[in-house]
């Protein structure tokens, strides 16, 4: 990920209303750039992850904030939760940001299609994301952070 390309994200993300930025405002944009890794865990092969952000684009900010929030993970459950359902709201607002339902294109059955597949898109990546499908990454960057701050000498 470019430095231009995560400025493209923020500048979508300041569009969204109510959109949660999290922590992201507080970051550098190379700090940014280290942590967002798209959509999907590390560990899947990068072809997977590439279909993956391309298929969710739109979805882009939330996935930077959320990034963000476990790159800076903690381990603590509370905090861990609450990066999840700042991430399904993020979501959330824009899928009704970019598809909203009242509205008169929603008598063009082209629309009604790209909202549904933006929705299941939507619902897919909020799935993904429950706490109990997190908890070994958000555990293992809390580990990695640890180990961070000790050879830094902030412990």
Known sequence: MTILEVTQILEAMEAIPGFEAGRVHLASLETLRRAY??????????????????????????????????????????????????????????????????????????????????????????AFTRDFMTWDAWQAMSARNYVYREARGDM
């Open 37 to 126: 890794n798209g959509c999907g865990p590390e560990r899947w092969p990068q072809a997977w992850r590439d279909k993956l952000d391309e298929e969710t684009q739109m979805y882009a900010p939330s996935i930077l904030v959320h990034d963000l929030d476990f790159d800076e993970s903690d381990g603590r459950d509370d905090t861990m939760h609450e990066a999840n359902e700042r991430f399904h709201r993020n979501n959330r607002r824009i899928f009704r940001h970019f598809y909203p339902f009242w509205t008169w294109r929603m008598l063009r059955p082209s629309y009604r299609l790209k909202r549904a597949k933006a929705r299941i898109d939507m619902l897919a990546l909020n």
